[in-house]
């Protein structure tokens, strides 16, 4: 049913300004009686940040900014939705045009700027499902005008981690000036100091809450060893690997569109988020899982994540291309994997690659 009416659909969507067609997919979410994917096979299930994910397969922060339809993508079959990036205050972002399709390279670029409702209004929506079941992790950021943005992410922290079933640091998006920044060594470890502590504040009276640290895939591979040492030594839950990225891979053809401002994100980011989630797994030796995004669309490029290190997946542009059928697609293809060489869970194959693939030479 949903396949047959996304089939239709598409072309549609295709024909309007990206972002107005994610504004209508999202009021169609929000409205359309939705068909509860099937049941998943027991082998699928992961457990990460002491959560049970009944599949490895997440919705990526920046599809559902506001909480608005986290159930519905959870009926659709996603093992869990990743909501936000929220703000503490309502922002517009940037002016719009901001998001571009890349068709030819099955990619986008995104220079939204981190438009939210604010905290009030994702809260409501968060706390009004609080008890709706699936996991449901929010993803927090800093006001663009904040005086103080570390005091932001303590603030977010605070207000999320009672209903949220896990909290995303994101310093990693590009499009908020000088917010990669805290990702440097002193900055991160300051930041990651007070948001465990706000965390620990929580946890007394709410119970633990997961924080993870969303880094860049644009990160030197000294900057890599700074981070991961900090979120070991600060005992974050987690880390995502990666955002979007400000390279442009000398293989595009959408050359015009390519020069637009913003982070790349789709098929031509897969290399680069792969390498770097490898680099990642190698340095972290298990301390803590990783989620693996940037350019997942098959079966084949969400296996290569998880044995280049990822225990859990995440997606977003290639649902523009590849529609939600995606979803059973990817799960159909890990089973197989599974099957192929007799195993029971997919974490005997997490970083099975990841040595090979740091050997390789680094993605153009
Ligand atoms: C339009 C758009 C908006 C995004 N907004 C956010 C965001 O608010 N917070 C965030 O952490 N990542 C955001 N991302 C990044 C995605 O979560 C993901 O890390 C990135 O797109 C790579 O995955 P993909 O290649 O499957 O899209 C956004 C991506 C896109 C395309």
Redesign the pocket.
Known sequence: MIGLFERLARPFLHALDPEDA?SLTIKMLACAPLPRAAGDDKRLAVRAFGLNFPNPIGM???FD?NAEVPDALLRLGFGFVET??VTPLPQRGNPRPR?FRLNADRG?I?R?G?NSQGAEAVLRRLAARANAGGIVGI?I?ANKDAADRVADYVRLIERFAPIASYV?I?I??PNTPGLRNLQQAEALDDLLARVIDARERVTRRAGPTPVLL?IAPDLSLAELDDAVGVARARRVDGMIV???TLTRPASLREMKIAKEAG?L??RP?LPL?TRMLAETYVRVESAFPLIG????DSGAAALAKIRAGASLI?????LVFRGLGLVAEIKSALLSALERDSLDSLSELVGADAAAVTAEAWPG
Do not use: D, M, P, R
């Open positions: 994610h990526a922060a920046g900014k936000g990036t998001v986008a995104n939204l981190f993803n950021g995303t994101n990693s998006s969303k990666g955002n979007t982070g994100s789709g980011l988020a995004v940037g350019g997942i995440q997606l977003y542009s290639a």
